[in-house]
């Protein structure tokens, strides 16, 4: 006895609708910014049932998804394997790609393969980019361009995350992966502008705090 599995992927910003392109936010430190776009991957999503056993999928198109704010078709993914019918209780995934993946050339077809990380940097692909303008207050009339974007093997993150769901035989479940932006740029760290920039992929010390502030961005219901 076999069900199947779709997620849909969303984004808020202090738990309202995120607004792309024309609204303005003000992020912990207090600076605004507005978002143009967001794109990431995830990876390696395992299902954990409630005897403890772990479920994952076979196919590597089911083990990664690219995930684009401007790409309509990319906030649905419709999983072609089957789990067994269960109660789970936890979801296992990747922010980013898992370092398997992670290598110059597992993508050749785009959007993917714009997702790359420069060779000098190390080669591979980006985990995560947003796009966006800043500006050092919400007063401030002049805005400036930024890449909040994470690269690199070390900037991975496994996550997980309560779930609880029944997948029944033949039918197919829809979840919902959340992204609150708002928590990239607070928790633990206060993200500044006026300290980072706009180009944060040569700062090492930026990339680890884009990694920490990871943990709690992502909920799936």
């Given amino acids: 006895m076999d069900g199947k599995l779709s997620i ?23 600076n605004a910014i507005r978002i143009d776009n967001i794109q990431y991957f995830i990876s390696d999503p395992v299902f954990v049932d409630r005897s403890g056993s772990r479920h994952s999928f076979t196919k590597e198109s089911n083990k990664i998804h690219y995930v684009d704010s401007d790409r309509p078709a990319t906030l649905h993914w419709n ?36 997702m790359f990380w420069p060779e000098s940097m190390g080669g591979g692909y980006h985990h995560l980019k947003i796009n966006g303008w800043y500006a050092e207050t919400a007063a401030d ?5 930024f890449g909040f974007h994470a690269g ?37 760290h206060v993200w500044n502008f006026a300290e980072f920039g706009g180009s944060v992929m040569q700062n090492a010390e930026a990339q680890r705090i884009i990694k920490e502030n990871a943990y709690d961005v992502f909920s799936i219901r």
Avoid: C
Avoid at 8 to 27: G, K, P, V
Avoid at 83 to 110: C, K, Q, R, W
Avoid at 141 to 145: A, G, K, M, R, V
Avoid at 158 to 174: K, V
């Fill in 79 to 114: 999983i072609d394997e089957t789990l067994p019918a269960a109660i789970y209780d936890f979801v296992e995934f990747v922010y980013g790609l898992a370092p398997e993946y992670n290598h110059t050339g597992m993508f050749s077809n785009v959007p993917e393969s714009l």
């Fill in 141 to 145: 009339t002049i805005l400036y361009p």
């Fill in 152 to 188: 690199m093997d070390n900037n991975y993150l496994p996550l997980r995350d309560t779930l609880r769901f029944f997948l029944a035989d033949g039918l197919t479940q829809n979840l919902r992966l959340n992204m609150e932006v708002a928590n990239w740029f607070k928790n633990p």
């Fill in 8 to 30: 849909t992927f969303s984004f808020t910003f202090n738990n309202n609708a995120l607004i792309f392109d024309d609204e303005l936010y003000t992020i912990e430190s207090k």
